[in-house]
């Protein structure tokens, strides 16, 4: 089943068991599917006991919005092992030749093509994308929203900057290993720093906790779009890096 | 027959698709999107159940969107892992 | 709930399938992920159907959005 | 609060390797980075001797659990950290696992490229394994999971090479999927109990069709990752192309991490789901396992290839810890109790041996690689001459993995073996040493040809390519090596950690 993995140039679905197993597998699959279904019809609807718990602690939790709250005071140790996920990803990505730590991290180039239509859109549309990811930011504390999606958005303005073919990033460089960090390092010092008033790791002393909450997710958001840039970056192997030769030549005086 | 039973059965379909189609596909980019669909049934089921009281319970939308996360987090290195090989391949046939 | 309301669950959640198993036996590579970005815009409308409004931005901007891109990306690369 | 005992101290055990990971990210130079390593494993080091010092020693009467909860909110609605016996015991194996390795890898890295990523990255993993078997909590341990997949995956992916890399993706493949497996259950078991807390899921659990399918859907998770034969297809090329040390840690700690949670649920959280039928599937699947690891790792043409099927069939030997559960007709309550109680503590005894023997057998083999430039079986013929430190390494632990006396492989042996008589499960006797004797063929194989003296003497002179390895690398597998022998003579320490908060 995984012997036989193909990248394959084209997308057939070419399987690599006989039809036979994968018939039984399909049998298999379809059975345990159904089971579950009439387990599940047949129990029924559930009150959560945690509905109510979540709503009387809202108060306490310093943010307005129960999603956030959940992800960034009642479960937020969660979200700061998600953090780390990220930045494995980010490391397993990040390209392989470290001694080019002493570039820049954002460097100006001269694009091969320059696409103008993407240009005039970029001018209006940057701005707007960060203040609508600061907003996006901003009400997770009340309405939907939060670090993730206002992260999500930034990265979109950056990996536009990267397509618009002006600049290129440099993620061996220190400033951006300082922004794939900074989110999990915020986090586990304000995690660490609460113990001196509450003396639990975590546990955000209540006047404070809105104000902190805001203070990891400003972090979160930064190293999130920096991990997403950085991922998209990865993908794109060739292309950027052709004229990035050239670049590291213009650039240093 | 409920809403949230309604989405519960979707989810679990999506799952049983998803599962079938990352065992039975070679492709690894199918393979891939096949257990990215998996992984959008399992968060169905989650919501689903999450709708299903009178007021909704706000716990499983955060593990979703932490479940989410992840999901990217583990189809980019599967993507990034399948760039490589495939750089290393044309390298091989290059030479 | 009424039957409207009904009939649009079933539509939302059975166009998710059908898009999910259309995904899976696409020929092509681009048309397959074209299909998966298409199936995560419909769960994000299901998320908003059971007012899950934190999961359907999330569900938009990364689910469909980010790994819509980094699948198409990775196409480009792959040549397929 | 009243968190002055030994529990406020666990949450360092997982901000070290984090606060380790970040630093390793931050600084960029050798020395830097080695230095963060040796920080990091000297204070967790420091932290685990805390705490086991601060452990109830009267055994058997205690049924202490230690628990933490994080950010301050009780269950169900925060997370919790929690330590027993048995986490306790993983928790120190990892602890000392991970000191020794960071040694080794201070020197098998010291020249690569690959070093800037290999830190962070084995940081994060350790921060992982630790979460886990810390977690108290079935969502939270999602996401440990997550974390010690997509790291093992990264720390595979490091050689680099066509096949390393493809066996990254086909172990991440395979993780993710196992992940989404278990995901499903916890959907399941927080909609029939409200609940993600480990303690009030077992205050709670019945045995009813979704318990079933969650506990089915967890299973063939984690035994996914935990390279259960027939699921073990990933395991042989990802242990075997990885790292030297990459692969000693996979083999020692990744997959016991999900075999942990396995035991945690089958034994604990959803033991009023758990049929016998099940019970003996699992220990037939455990038997195959070991009959079928041991006749690869005889036919293994590459040295790793060999160690890492020997892991499959050592897996086999922790699944024969479930039909050892059984109840017979006519047992009491509390004789149950004390044969789980036994079965647990040969099974731990067995995670503890193989994890210090495998690991010294990976770093052998990695010295040898180191030293060769490859690991082919058929050209070891003579190499005990120049690389003596090894290859000794590579006989005691195969001595332990056989299971002869007095290395720690043959007490866990012997403590299974006294379970499975107990319980009058004669045939699984026969299967442990069968086991035992193929590994010995397979073991023996090896060191056969490596002390054998070539027949022409022209053939004494050093192989092509050869490189002397710094003499800290034998000596650290050489003293995982001795560590089976060791605790091959104090058993009591282990089965006396076992038993702490195990009250059932």
């Known amino acids: ?253 | 027959m409920t809403q949230a039973m309604l989405y519960a059965v979707f989810g679990i379909v999506l799952f049983g698709v998803g599962l079938f189609g990352a065992l039975a596909i070679a492709h690894v980019m199918k393979k891939l999107l096949a257990i990215n669909i998996c992984g959008v049934g399992v968060f169905m089921v989650f919501i689903a159940n999450a709708s299903s009281g009178v007021a909704a319970d706000y716990v499983p939308h955060a593990m979703v969107l932490t479940g989410i996360v992840v999901a990217v987090a583990g189809t980019a290195m599967a993507l990034s892992l399948v760039v490589r090989i495939n750089t290393l391949e044309q390298q091989e046939e290059d030479a | 709930m009424t039957g409207s309301e009904l009939v649009i669950d079933l539509l939302l959640g059975c166009g998710t399938v059908v898009t999910a198993v259309l995904c899976l036996t696409a020929k092509d590579m681009f048309q397959a992920i074209l299909l998966f970005i298409s199936m995560g815009l419909l769960v994000t409308l299901a998320w908003v159907r059971l007012g899950a409004w934190d999961v359907a931005i999330a569900e938009a901007a990364i689910g469909a959005g980010l790994t819509g891109a980094l699948l198409i990306a990775t196409r480009r690369q792959l040549n397929c | 609060m009243p968190l002055s005992d030994v529990s406020s101290l666990l949450p360092l055990l997982v901000a070290i390797p984090l606060t380790g990971a970040i630093f390793s990210v931050l600084i960029n130079s050798k020395h830097g980075q080695v230095l963060t390593g040796l920080l990091a494993a000297l204070s967790l080091a420091l932290v685990i001797g805390v705490i086991l010092l601060g452990l109830p020693s009267d055994g058997l009467q205690s049924t202490a659990v230690f628990r933490y909860p994080i950010a301050g909110w009780e269950a169900p609605l925060g997370i919790a950290l929690s330590l027993d016996g048995f986490s306790a015991l993983l928790l120190t194996l990892t602890t000392f696992l991970v000191t020794v390795l960071t040694f080794y890898s201070a020197y098998y890295f010291s020249a690569s490229p690959a070093r800037v990523r290999f830190w962070p990255l084995w940081w994060l993993l350790v921060a992982g394994i630790n979460a886990l078997f810390l977690s108290a909590d079935i969502f939270n341990v999602y996401v440990t999971l997550e974390i010690i997949g997509l790291a093992a995956v990264a720390l595979v992916a490091l050689s680099g090479n066509k096949a390393g890399l493809t066996a990254a993706l086909r172990y991440l493949l395979v993780g993710l999927l196992g992940s989404l497996c278990y995901l499903m259950a916890v959907a399941l078991l927080y909609h029939v109990y409200g609940t993600l807390d480990f303690a009030q899921l077992a205050a709670e659990a019945e045995s009813n069709p979704l318990s079933w399918s969650a506990l089915v859907l967890i299973t063939v998770g984690l035994v996914l990752k935990t390279a259960l034969v027939p699921l073990h297809f990933w395991l042989p090329h990802a242990h075997g192309s990885a790292p030297a040390p990459v692969s000693a840690i996979l083999s020692a700690l990744v997959v016991k991490a999900s075999f942990y949670l396995l035991v945690r649920f089958w034994m604990e959280i959803l033991a009023p789901a758990v049929t016998n039928g099940a019970l003996i599937l699992l220990g037939i699947l455990g038997g195959l396992a070991i009959l079928w690891g041991c006749i690869q790792a005889l036919r293994a043409t590459r040295l790793k290839l060999m160690v890492a099927y020997s892991t499959v069939a050592q897996i086999g030997y922790l699944f024969l810890l479930f039909p050892l559960l059984m109840s017979a007709e006519g047992t009491s309550a509390a004789q149950l109790a004390v044969q789980h109680q036994s079965a647990l503590a040969a099974v731990s005894y067995f995670i503890v041996a193989h994890a210090c023997a495998k690991a010294a057998m990976f770093i052998a083999a990695g010295n040898i690689i180191h030293s060769l430039g490859h690991d082919d079986i058929a050209k070891l013929q003579g190499m005990a001459k120049y690389m003596p430190l090894s290859l000794f390494t590579f006989a005691i632990a195969g001595g332990s993995l056989i299971g002869l006396p007095p290395s720690a492989g043959f007490i866990a042996k012997w403590l299974l073996l006294n379970v499975a008589i107990d319980t009058q499960q004669w045939w699984w006797v026969v299967i442990i040493l069968t086991g035992g004797l193929l590994a010995a063929l397979a073991i023996f194989r090896v060191l056969d040809l490596a002390f054998i003296k070539s027949e022409q003497a022209s053939e004494q002179v050093a192989p092509a390519h050869w490189r002397k390895v710094p003499v800290a690398m034998p000596l650290s597998g050489l003293a995982l090596a001795l560590c089976t022998m060791a605790l091959g003579f104090n058993a009591d320490l282990i089965i006396d950690l076992i038993t702490i908060g195990g009250g059932e």
Not at chain 1, 143 to 168: E, N, T, V
Not at chain 1, 181 to 187: D, I, M, Y
């Open chain 1, 1 to 253: 089943m995984f012997n036989n993995l193909t990248l394959g140039r084209s997308a057939q679905h070419k399987a690599d068991l006989p039809v036979g197993v994968l018939f039984m597998v399909a049998l298999a699959i379809a059975a345990a599917c159904l089971f579950l279904t009439m387990a599940l019809i047949d129990f029924g609807p559930a009150e959560q006991p945690l509905v109510t718990l979540v709503a009387s602690h809202l108060e306490q939790s310093g943010v307005e919005n129960p999603v956030t709250a959940v992800l960034l005071n009642f479960r937020s140790y969660d979200t700061l092992l998600e953090v780390a996920v990220l930045l494995i990803v980010a490391l397993a990505v990040m390209p392989a030749n470290s001694e080019q730590s002493k570039v820049r991290f954002i460097s100006v180039l001269v694009p091969t093509e320059r696409s103008f239509v993407l240009e005039a859109f970029l001018r209006w549309l940057l701005p707007a994308i960060v203040v609508t990811s600061g907003y996006l930011l901003w009400t997770g504390a009340a309405l939907p929203g939060g670090a993730f999606q206002a992260g999500a958005l930034l990265a979109g303005a950056g990996i536009l900057l990267l397509l618009a073919g002006h600049h290129s990033f440099n993620f061996n460089a220190s400033a951006a290993r300082l922004l794939l960090v900074v989110g999990l390092a915020v986090f586990l010092l304000v995690g660490a720093a609460v113990i001196l008033s509450s003396g639990i790791a975590l546990a955000y002393p209540q006047a404070w906790a809105g104000i902190l909450i805001l203070v990891i997710e400003v972090a979160a958001t930064l190293t999130i779009a920096a991990i997403l840039v950085l991922l998209f970056c990865a993908l794109q192997v060739e292309a950027p890096r052709a004229n990035y030769e050239g670049l590291i030549k213009e650039e240093r005086p």
